[in-house]
T-cell receptor, first 113, second 116 residues
């Protein structure tokens, strides 16, 4: 079936630097999500995005985080500046309507050193 | 708050044996909880295995089944006879899909290994 692609699959970055995680959602999907999973812990909701706006964000979505999807291209999660506790796997998901099933990507493993 | 707790892994089961992965939930802020089982095979993204949106109903897929029990707040995953290809990480999740935010609350995942 259609897939959500996440680029890159792995990223290592120095603390304090900026990182952008890219998500290529399914083409006709309108709702976009980021989830974060720290090693050994649960996958947790970060943010959802619809019609060019953040609809809801969790307390994990710090001020250093931002999301956008300029001109229907990649849905991105930017972290600026990064901190050690941002090390995690970040999963992107999309769906066509508000009550459809999600399609998840395989995740980007981010290591902040 | 809202939370999901599931069997702590890793779990190892012999091929053709039966399987149960326990899942219990707390849904204090969700009026009409929907329950899900997702699976992640090695190297792949999370896939929906089955879902149940109405309490008392059973969902099934690929030989797996789970019943949404509102009284015991449980949604245990069962399979009568596992196969080696069932080796994966299984996640129980809680959500409210008709709500326009529709975020999911996940359990910690249960890594299942099948012994041939």
């Amino acid at each position: 079936g259609p897939k959500v692609l996440q680029i890159p699959s792995h990223q290592i970055i120095d603390m304090g630097q900026m990182v952008t995680l890219n998500c290529d959602p399914v083409s006709n999907h309108l709702y976009f999500y980021w989830y974060k999973q720290i090693l050994g812990q649960q996958m947790e909701f970060l943010v959802n995005f619809y019609n060019g706006k953040v609809m809801e964000k969790s307390k994990l979505f710090k001020d250093q985080f931002s999301v956008e999807r300029p001109d229907g291209s990649y849905f991105t999660l930017k972290i600026q500046p990064t901190a050690l506790e941002d090390s995690a796997v970040y999963f992107c998901a999309s769906r066509p309507t508000a009550n459809s099933d999600y399609t998840f990507g395989s995740g980007t493993r981010l290591l902040v050193i | 708050g809202d939370s999901v707790t599931q069997t702590e892994g890793p779990v190892t089961v012999s091929e053709s044996e039966s399987l149960i992965i326990n899942c219990t939930y707390s849904a204090t802020s969700i009026a009409y909880p929907n329950l899900f089982w997702y699976v992640r095979y090695p190297g792949e993204g999370l896939q929906l295995l089955l879902k149940v949106i109405t309490a008392g109903q059973k969902g099934s897929s690929r030989g797996f089944e789970a019943t949404y029990n509102k009284e015991t707040t449980s949604f245990h995953l069962q399979k009568a006879s596992v196969q080696e290809s069932d080796s994966a990480v299984y996640y129980c999740a809680l959500g409210e899909m008709n709500y326009n935010q529709g975020k999911l609350i996940f359990g910690q995942g249960t890594k299942l290994s099948i012994k041939p």
